[in-house]
């Protein structure tokens, strides 16, 4: 699996303009890859709106966070797990082998294992202090990044504290892709400040400084 770019996760708490708005912003700043993150609605009211986004998404890839029940609901592309969530494992057999699983780690043991067991993907951080998770794990930092990279072979989407004036940083540390969700939510215009983003990539690709 290739990603690049930035990485877009909803989050109806931050959010200034809603999840379908937001979403719909995400695909015009050319955004490949949603995850639909709820943790504040019962099961039918996270159906009911992921079966939107899912019509919405139907021409990228669209993950749901946690829920393999949801996900196979809607027919989503796949899950993202975290550390505490259902195993990868069972994830797998469940939605079986042609969908997607991405696993949230925070050291290089844990970005092992889920390359052992499987993985699609890997979510690594928070990479700085955050406010979406503030009881959450403590940050690892850029070096973690360089780690990981050299001993996981996973596609590596870094987030946690992320924003347009370090994201430079985190992206020069290897990291395929990158999630902001308070620095591009919480604004009136969620395409401009996801295109910001992206612009640093394209510099990447391109080989420019």
Request: proline share 3%; aromatic share 8%.
């Amino acid at each position: 699996m290739k990603i690049e770019g930035f990485y877009f996760i909803t989050d109806a708490y931050l959010s200034y303009a809603g999840n379908l708005s937001d979403v719909r912003s995400a695909l015009e700043a050319d955004v490949k890859i949603v995850q639909y993150r709820q943790k504040h609605a019962s099961g039918f009211q996270m159906y009911k709106e992921a079966l939107k986004l899912r019509k919405i998404c139907k021409d990228i890839v669209f993950l749901i966070n946690d829920r393999v029940d949801i996900a196979l609901a809607v027919d989503a592309d796949g899950v993202h797990l975290g550390q505490d969530d259902l195993p990868l494992k069972i994830a797998r057999k469940l939605l079986g082998k042609g969908k997607i699983i991405g696993i949230s780690v925070h050291n290089l043991k844990q970005a092992k294992q889920a390359e052992r067991l499987g993985a699609d993907y890997i979510s690594v951080g928070p990479i700085f202090p955050t406010r979406t998770k503030p009881n959450g794990e403590k940050p690892v930092g850029l070096e973690l990044i360089r780690e990981i990279k050299k001993q996981v072979a996973l596609p590596l989407v870094a987030i946690g504290g992320i924003n347009i004036f370090n994201a430079k940083a985190v992206i020069a540390s290897g990291a395929d892709s990158i999630c902001a969700i308070s620095s591009v939510v919480t604004k009136k215009d969620v395409r401009k400040q996801i295109e910001r983003f992206q612009a640093l990539f394209k510099r990447r690709r391109y080989g420019i400084r």
